[in-house]
């Protein structure tokens, strides 16, 4: 009788262990986990339950998707974001809550001087002033790209172009006089025709000309997660066309505000422009 008491007392505290042990393991995970204005954020729910109800960044509610089979969320950090502590947030499946921080940190910004092209005016009052009034045109005109409620993809995310090196990097300032303007991208070095290809899979919302963003194309990747390909030759694709990664969307030129050709590269989560090659960096 003594030995059976035992064995039940045994079991019931090995289960009540095994569940401690559980709950101690579930944790939220950052990726960066130094995080800088302007970056994008990758939380993941690490829980036994694989299941969760909500994820909040600061109290906003982030949504959810599965990547490398745990619940994920994607936050864009704005460049003007104010810089301290935040709180994330996870309700798991049985209702249990649990939370972290994570510090958004100051980025240094560069400023450089910058010209208008002569095909846009040179640089004159006026031109500087059609400059600022067409690119707020431009820009109003992507606030309301349908993006879908799904992810499109299911694998990394990958460079638009073969090869790779970065002229001019994200988020550092353009000064042309008494206007500063932020560059919400990367431009990439790409002669004359060089292939583009799409980033991931995904929805091409956008295939137009703009005055200063030249020839572009906008790919929805879903869950708010957009692709933008600026300035380029020509575009090979069309609005509502389904696109794999790796597939050719384009080719390079230097339409639009650009003196010499390049590929600028965006990406956007749910309208913020986060730095496109530290998005990259989360998937690997």
């Known amino acids: 009788m003594i030995n059976r008491l035992y064995i039940t007392a045994f079991v019931v505290v090995s289960l009540l262990g095994a569940g401690f042990v559980q709950a101690e393991a579930d944790s939220i995970s950052f990726s960066p986990k130094d995080l ?3 970056e994008p954020l990758m939380i993941q729910i690490n829980t036994s339950t694989n299941s969760v109800r909500s994820i909040k960044f600061g109290g906003v509610p982030v949504r959810i998707f ?4 745990k619940p994920t969320g994607l936050v864009g950090i704005e460049l003007n974001k104010a810089t301290g502590v935040y709180s994330v947030t996870a309700e798991l499946s049985d209702g249990r809550v649990i939370s972290s921080n994570i510090e958004v940190k ?3 910004v560069k400023t450089a001087p910058y010209t208008i092209p002569k095909k846009l005016g040179g640089d004159t009052i006026q031109s500087q002033q059609s400059l ?6 431009e820009n109003n005109s992507f606030k309301h790209i349908k ?5 499109f ?3 990394d995310f990958t460079p ?6 970065i002229n001019d990097e994200f988020g550092y300032h353009r000064q042309l006089a008494n206007i500063i303007m932020a560059h919400k991208g990367v431009d990439y070095s790409a002669s004359t025709g060089t292939k583009v290809m799409s980033t991931n899979d995904g929805i091409v919302r956008v295939v137009g000309e703009y ?3 030249g020839k572009t194309v906008i790919v929805d990747h879903g869950l708010g997660v957009l692709s933008f390909y600026l300035h380029l030759l020509e575009a090979r694709v069309k609005e509502g066309q389904f696109v794999f990664k790796g597939d050719t969307i384009g080719y390079s030129g230097e339409s639009g505000y650009a003196d010499a050709p390049h590929l600028h590269f965006s990406i956007r989560i749910y309208g913020v422009s986060v730095d496109p090659v530290k998005f990259l960096e989360l998937f690997k």
């Open 147 to 151: 993006t879908s409620n799904k992810t």
């Open 66 to 69: 599965k990547y490398k089979n």
């Open 160 to 165: 638009p172009l073969k090869k790779i090196k």
């Open 36 to 38: 800088y204005q302007g």
């Open 106 to 108: 100051q980025k240094k």
């Open 132 to 137: 600022i009034a067409t690119l707020a045109d």
């Open 211 to 213: 005055r200063n963003y």
């Open 153 to 155: 993809w299911f694998s």
